[in-house]
């Protein structure tokens, strides 16, 4: 839980997953499409049981494949996973619309530049 938030949600090398009811705390790998595996992070996660995914920020289109597996995505998030919880269960992340989700993205061969 003291790992540091991904800026890029779909290349996160792993992803935790916390259940909110138990508590219980898992790090899986990221074998979604963009890791080489065969489903988009969406699906993949759905296949996990993710109901509610928090993230730094996310595309309007990823927004909506998420929403249609009925995955809520909340953004905003920042520092750690820990810190990201936190600021989820104290209201602070914002969920996710064509208003504050990411505009533009720009890839390049060095790495990936995120603009806002």
Partial sequence: ????????FGKAPTYTILDTDSGEVSVI???S??????DLPPKFLHK??????L??????KAVKMFE??????FVGAGGTVQDTIEA????KLCNANAENSCA??????AGHDHHH
């Fill in 1 to 8: 839980m003291s790992g540091a938030v991904e800026q890029h």
């Fill in 104 to 109: 533009e993205h720009g890839h390049d061969e």
């Fill in 55 to 60: 993230c730094s920020g996310l595309g309007y």
């Fill in 48 to 53: 996990k049981g993710v109901e509610i995914m």
């Fill in 68 to 73: 249609s597996y009925g995955i809520n995505v």
């Fill in 88 to 91: 989820w269960k104290a209201g």
């Fill in 33 to 38: 499409e963009h890791m080489g595996g065969p």
């Fill in 29 to 31: 790998p990221n074998t």
